[in-house]
């Protein structure tokens, strides 16, 4: 059901009379309740290149500058600031005008999810609008999401010239995931962040510290996939750190990048391009095109797979020491085929999953072909030897398994402890360390007329039995891990969960 406020109209001159501590600020839009610190938002004026420009205007999102229109993009609930720059100066009263009839009529149609924002705005001059949209504060319930738009379409620069629709900026509201923590009793859930807007998100370290974020440059509903923002989170300190390039806990490209202990890595940057100064980080270069690189179990070394720009089957095996710079390489020990996307056919990087006694990874038999050809890479003798796990071969063989890796779930199989078969796969799971105890989120059967909830649920795989931890999660909860003293379990959901 789409929701229709009434539109305040402000005429240009009903422009130059609104006046706030700054006769240049106005605030319009539907009859809501704005705070105190909404009425005082200002901004200072941001260096543009006016010269450079080809569009007429460009509509920039301020806490995401690489965020530009044209464009669909994905913000949070909280007030966000945007920033207008024209090509030509414009006449104030039309833009703002045009701003409002356009959000206006998109709440007309039925059921899309628009609404109008409170606009504020701030005139730095007459070639850059400071844009505030705040959200009403009463939204419809039944909807997990809204959408505004910011389009000039029908102003007016001084000159008469009346701008066209071809450049807005629509911005798609998700209420953010956050992380919280769960006691393994699950008689305490407690908060851990306060992100801003909704992102996929992964833990990268073993210690379960830093989190990998990537925000969606633009929104759709499809598979397409686009560019991303990343940034990494410290879970102690609270400090979101973003990065100018692509992060990735399993690196393909050239063989000059930086492998972060904390869990990423990255191609090296360009020159120009400053990335944030990181202890952690080391430049490795290799001889060589890195078709897939990892981490070892204990961070001191990155495994990979490395050919020509071009080779596709049989590739080197590159044990590389982090703290002496030094490689270890089997030349052509890596058999088979690179891996292959099932659904778009692209080439994927050779993934390495270390448990400290072997590494093992999957190429293909064949080119064309989805069946595995299975290995693994013994630290003790330093050789590549055959693996057989208890997964159909074409079908992925990716797995997590308990420390001592007694127990394993196939993510295409089950739980396993050696070839016997224990339970079915769970699609969210994840093994308590220095336990044989599984937990993962099953949703619950809800009576009719009541909303599906989920549960954690524990398996123990040595006893065989399954116990439910928590009830009555809300059904967008996922499970990120569990802390390394087995105490607590760590899970993100958009909605608070009860105490």
Known sequence: MSIVFALLIMTGSDFAQATSTDSRIAQTGPSHTTSQTTKEWKQKELPFDYAAMKEDVVIQLNDAPQLRSPRRAVVGPAPQAYTLFFKEAVNPGTV??????????????????????????????????????????????????????????????????VFDDTNNFSSVVFAPSQIWRVSVDGKVKEKMTDFAVRTPMEFIDPEERYVLLERFTEYCECDARFPMLYSI?????????????????????????????????????????????????????????VHGA???????????????????????????????????????????????????????????????????FEMRTEEESFEELRQRYDWQSGKVISWNPPVPKEAWSGYIQSTDG?????????????????????????????????????????????????????????????????????????????SNDGKWLYVTTPELLAP
């Not at 039944?142 to 620069?157: H, L, Q």
């Not at 993510?411 to 796969?425: H, Q, R, S």
């Open 294 to 360: 990892s981490f070892s179990h204990d961070r001191k070394h990155v495994l990979m797979a490395v050919g020509k720009t071009e080779q596709k089957k049989d590739l080197d095996l590159v044990v590389y020491d982090l703290a002496t710079a030094k490689e270890r390489r089997l030349p052509g020990v890596i058999k088979g085929w690179v891996p292959t996307d099932e659904m778009n056919g692209q080439v994927q990087p050779v993934s390495f999953i270390d448990d400290g006694r072997y590494a093992t």
């Open 406 to 482: 007694a127990y394993q779930m196939y993510w295409n199989a089950g739980v396993f402890k050696g070839d016997v078969k224990l339970k079915e796969m769970k699609p969210e799971a994840v093994w308590i360390p220095g336990t044989h105890h599984l937990v993962y989120i099953d949703w619950e059967k809800a009576e009719q007329g009541a909303e599906s909830v989920s549960s954690l649920f524990l398996f123990d795989a040595d006893r065989k039995q399954q116990s439910v931890l928590v009830k009555g999660l809300p059904t967008s909860v996922s499970i990120l891990g569990a």
């Open 233 to 289: 989170y410290d879970t102690q300190t609270k400090e979101l750190t973003a990065y100018p390039v692509e992060l990735t806990d399993n690196y393909s490209g050239a063989g000059d990048f930086m492998a972060d202990r904390r869990g990423f890595f990255f191609a090296h940057p360009p020159k120009g391009t400053e990335v944030p100064k990181s202890d952690f980080a080391t430049r490795i270069k290799v001889d060589g095109y």
């Open 96 to 161: 703002e005008a045009a701003i409002r009839k356009n959000a206006q009529e998109e709440t007309k149609k039925v059921d899309l999810g628009f609404v109008e924002p409170i606009f504020t705005f701030h005139w730095v001059h007459d070639r850059q609008l400071q844009l505030l949209a705040t959200l009403p504060d009463t939204l419809a319930k039944d909807r997990s999401w809204t959408e505004y738009v910011i389009n000039v379409a029908g102003a007016k620069t001084v000159k008469g010239t």
